[in-house]
């Protein structure tokens, strides 16, 4: 998997943000690690599951918000002195990298998402958002966001 050309792209990127990508991994890489371990992908309910079908088809990493919680369109950005993830209590570190949208930090890039801004049962509207990077074509990254969408509107 390593030596395909989207996860390449994505272990050069987590290596120029100061991740290693074989301590932190890639999510296509932690995916199948999982399923290795687990002898299969489990099941975490919609909208997850469509975006791990999503992930391991194209490589392109993929995240879920609460439409109705977002202002505006989302970005990454490193965040600014006493930002936080709304929802938890802890301040991130300056500099952190997040998904923000005009207001504030809505998740953390490869990482944990607001609570305000997390799908939950009650959530009528699903945003779902594609990181992409330097080397990978956009036409895998609208492949990967069309092919989570179509699985969220066929369930």
């Given at each position: 998997?390593?030596?395909?050309?989207?996860?390449?792209?994505?272990?050069?990127?987590?290596?120029q943000i100061g991740l290693d990508p074989d301590r932190t991994r890639i999510p296509i890489e932690q995916l199948a690690i999982e399923r290795l371990?687990?002898?299969?992908?489990?099941?975490?309910?919609?909208?997850?599951?469509?975006?791990?079908?999503?992930?391991?088809?194209?490589?392109?990493?993929?995240?879920a918000f609460d439409a109705d919680q977002l202002e505006g369109k989302l970005c990454i950005r490193d965040t600014a002195p006493g930002e936080s993830l709304a929802g938890v209590s802890a301040e991130l570190p300056q500099g952190t990298l997040v998904l923000a949208d005009e207001r504030a930090p809505v998740g953390v890039l490869f990482g944990a998402t607001s609570e305000q801004h997390g799908v939950e049962q009650e959530t009528r509207r699903?945003?779902?958002?594609?990181?992409?990077?330097?080397?990978?074509?956009?036409?895998a990254v609208e492949e990967a966001l069309w092919m989570a969408a179509a699985a969220v509107e066929s369930a």
């Open positions: 998997m390593r030596e395909r050309p989207i996860p390449w792209a994505y272990r050069v990127f987590f290596r371990r687990d002898g299969a992908f489990k099941t975490r309910g919609l909208p997850a599951d469509a975006l791990t079908i999503a992930t391991v088809e194209t490589g392109i990493p993929l995240r699903v945003a779902i958002a594609a990181i992409g990077v330097n080397g990978v074509p956009q036409l």
